[in-house]
């Protein structure tokens, strides 16, 4: 199952600040990611969150397809909610008020992958 992560570049200086932004966001009810004809894409299975000076990582452990992880989430109010409470620290301004601007963001905010090494299976050495 992948893991991917979002930064945020933000203002030094505001950590408390924005770990309790980040604190007061729950977990969606519905983990299923849906495509726009109702079939299942996949499922977000948890997410932490990362400070240090100026940069925020959100990490992401989901399985299927990871553009729907971006519509799904781009969708929920509560992240509405956090982006617009996060919006005074950040470092970048960004537009993430429509569904489409979201998206364009955490396409564009997620860094490469460059290591996935799944658990190993027992007996076999892998």
Do not use: W
């Amino acid at each position: 199952m992948p893991y991917a992560a979002i930064t945020y570049r933000v203002k030094t200086g505001y950590e408390e600040e924005i770990a309790e932004i980040f604190g007061r966001f729950r977990q969606m009810p519905d983990p299923t990611l849906s495509r726009d004809d109702g079939s299942t894409a996949g499922k977000l299975l948890g997410t932490a969150v990362f400070i240090k000076d100026e940069f925020v990582v959100r990490v992401i452990h989901y399985e299927g397809d990871f553009a729907e992880v971006g519509k799904k989430v781009g969708a929920q109010a509560g992240t509405h909610l956090v982006e617009e409470e996060l919006a005074p620290y950040l470092a970048e301004q960004r537009d993430t008020t429509t569904p489409e601007g979201f998206r364009a963001y955490f396409r564009n905010a997620v860094m490469r992958c460059i290591s996935h090494l799944p658990p190993l299976t027992a007996g076999t050495g892998r």
